[in-house]
């Protein structure tokens, strides 16, 4: 009987150790880092990015963005909301990806951003992983 309670102390002690919490990270958190465009769609249409177009957001909300098609980089402040839900980008020269719009932030974790805003073309998607 002795010797079943160890045992069991002993597995669910292994279970404590090696069970962590992973720190959960606040929307502004997640987006500080670099994002690496992996597809666009506008019109209905998507297009696959491939040519190392990134957008990277500071902790001071500030960031660069590269155009890889052109190899231009830009400068530019951001406002986030509370919620974590949209995303004011305000460019600060005609270099880089032009991001100048606000945008809804439809998907943001440790992997993935997507943003989308309306333009006088229709909605702009847009899908990057993070790096």
Not at 65 to 74: A, I, L, M
Not at 76 to 91: M, Q, R, V, W
Not at 113 to 131: A, M, W
Request: one cysteine or more; charged letters at 20%; hydrophobic letters at 30%.
């Amino acid at each position: 009987m002795k010797k079943t309670i160890l045992q069991c102390l002993a597995i669910f002690s292994l279970f404590l150790v090696s069970c962590t919490k992973e720190e959960t990270k606040t929307p502004t958190q997640l987006l500080q880092r670099k994002w690496i465009a992996n597809s666009q769609e506008l019109l209905g249409s998507t297009v696959t990015v491939s040519n190392g177009t990134y957008i990277k957001f500071n902790d001071a909300a500030a960031g660069t963005d590269y155009e890889g098609k052109n190899q231009t980089t830009g400068a530019f402040t951001y406002t986030l909301s509370e919620t974590g839900t949209t995303l004011t980008i305000d460019d600060h020269d005609s270099k880089g990806g032009g991001y100048g719009y606000t945008w809804t932030i439809e998907e943001l974790n440790k992997t993935n951003l997507t943003i989308s805003t309306n333009t006088v073309f229709g909605i702009t998607r847009i899908k990057f992983t993070g790096e």
